[in-house]
């Protein structure tokens, strides 16, 4: 579950003072959905780390980042990827969508993109030695 402009909106009408069914009508859906989609908006808002992807929640359990029962503290992950520049990216299932993700969590800038190098004659990507 990601938060989303359309869970945002949502959680921005309601607290304006609106009824769900306010909501609804503004958002073009039923009051039920108005609700839902509040509930999540809450949810994902009490703790920010619910709104990272699987993926990222699990690199930061393997780097010792996201202690079970807490919260990752987003300080301690930015002073990670930034130790770490351009290596980050040679960690085994952290590609650059995760990384983003992770930067925008902890507020670090995010490192410079490798260029990856290209086979003249087929254009693949080139992994180990190619003749």
Same mark, same amino acid.
């Given at each position: 579950?990601?938060?989303?402009?359309?869970?945002?909106? *949502?959680?921005? @009408?309601?607290?304006?003072?609106?009824?769900?069914?306010?909501?609804?009508?503004?958002?073009?859906?039923?009051?039920?959905? *108005?609700? !839902? @989609? +509040? !509930?999540?908006?809450?949810?994902?808002?009490?703790?920010? *780390?619910?709104?990272?992807?699987?993926?990222?929640?699990?690199? @930061?359990?393997?780097?010792?980042?996201?202690?079970?029962?807490?919260?990752?503290?987003?300080?301690?992950?930015?002073?990670?990827?930034?130790?770490?520049?351009?290596?980050?990216?040679?960690?085994?299932?952290?590609?650059?969508?995760?990384? !983003?993700? @992770? +930067?925008?969590?902890?507020?670090?800038?995010?490192?410079?993109?490798?260029?990856?190098?290209? +086979?003249? +004659?087929?254009?693949?990507?080139?992994?180990?030695?190619?003749?």
């Amino acid at each position: 579950m990601k938060m989303t402009p359309r869970k945002m909106e *949502a959680l921005k @009408l309601r607290r304006t003072g609106i009824t769900y069914r306010e909501v609804g009508e503004k958002m073009g859906v039923g009051m039920d959905r *108005a609700r !839902k @989609l +509040c !509930k999540e908006a809450e949810y994902l808002e009490s703790r920010p *780390a619910r709104a990272l992807s699987t993926r990222a929640a699990n690199i @930061l359990v393997n780097w010792n980042l996201y202690p079970h029962g807490s919260e990752p503290d987003p300080k301690a992950v930015r002073e990670f990827i930034e130790m770490k520049g351009n290596d980050i990216f040679k960690y085994r299932n952290l590609g650059p969508s995760t990384v !983003k993700e @992770l +930067c925008e969590f902890s507020g670090a800038q995010l490192p410079p993109k490798i260029d990856k190098q290209r +086979c003249k +004659c087929c254009g693949q990507v080139i992994r180990k030695a190619h003749k």
